[in-house]
């Protein structure tokens, strides 16, 4: 079992930053790869960025050159740094960890995004 914790949510104007956080806690030795995705009214979730165990990372095309993926292992704890924020960044930012050798999914609760025009 594994849980996870979002922060750093808010609203923001267009052009600004955020850094979400996500909280591990539990069987995180477990953990294969942790994953932000975001969901927007009406939308699909979809991922913005990951980065696994070993350290590799990916991202969405649409946030490339402006968020970053980053984890603190002493703290199990991940974080996306979010620069020049959009309008259509605007969404509810899931963490998901995909854990154990069935890459089972756990979700966070989401944090909301807001950037404003």
């Known amino acids: 079992q594994v849980q996870l914790v979002e922060s750093g949510g808010g609203l923001v104007q267009a052009g600004g930053s955020l850094r979400l956080s996500c909280a591990a806690s539990g069987s995180t030795f477990s953990i294969n790869a942790i994953g932000w995705y975001h969901q927007a009214p009406g939308k699909q979730r979809e991922l913005v960025a990951a980065i696994s165990s070993g350290g590799s990372t990916n991202y969405a095309d649409s946030v490339k050159g402006r968020f970053t993926i980053s984890r603190d292992n002493a703290k199990n704890t991940v974080y996306l740094q979010m620069n020049s924020l959009k309008p259509e960044d605007t969404a509810v930012y899931y963490c998901?960890?995909?854990?154990?050798?069935?890459?089972?999914?756990?979700w966070g609760q989401g944090t909301q995004v807001t950037v404003s025009s």
């Open positions: 998901n960890a995909r854990v154990g050798w069935r890459n089972k999914d756990y």
